[in-house]
């Protein structure tokens, strides 16, 4: 059985999509819209819309409370090629207040020139912000893009004390 929840931020409501202990999907647009991206592979007819999925919701908070590394503790899963997948261990390795740029990740995931496949990670990245690609920034030290919105990604980034 699959759970859901919703955590309100300073930002808007951050959806959470878990099995069991772990985060298969987050965001902040919709739960459907969560469902839709996940893998077919993870998606269950049951799905329980609960006030808190267990560790998770509190260490969402812990984050949203000040606790910038709480999201370090939150197992996550998602379906992605091996590239993704290793920039996405990438990302959960840069520290709260602290940013890449596409190129360092590339390097970092093993490919000094996939910088645009490292781009690609961060637009795929199903689990943000717990898998943390608003860290992730222009090699000219621009905000760039974020999925949610560059609000979002600005807010994440002056919470954790990067801008």
């Keep these: 059985m699959l759970h859901t929840t919703t955590v309100k931020t300073p930002v808007g409501d951050l959806y959470l999509v878990a099995k069991e202990d772990i985060v298969l999907a987050a965001g902040f647009k919709s739960i459907q819209s969560l469902i839709e991206r996940m893998s077919p592979d993870d998606i269950e007819k049951d799905i329980k819309h609960v006030g808190k999925i267990s560790v998770i919701s509190d260490l969402v908070k812990d984050y949203l409370d000040g606790d910038l590394n709480a999201l370090n503790a939150i197992k996550v899963r998602q379906a992605g090629a091996k590239f993704s997948q290793d920039a996405w261990k990438a ?3 840069i520290p709260a207040g602290k940013v890449l740029s596409y190129a360092q990740l590339a390097k970092r995931a093993g490919s000094a020139d996939a910088i645009r496949a490292a781009g690609t990670a961060c637009g795929n990245n199903l689990i943000a912000p717990i898998i943390p690609c608003h860290r992730v920034i ?7 893009n974020y999925g949610y919105g560059v609000k979002i990604k600005q807010w994440l980034l002056s919470h954790e004390g990067a801008l």
């Design 91 to 93: 990302m959960r390795k």
């Design 138 to 144: 222009k090699t000219s030290g621009a905000i760039g």
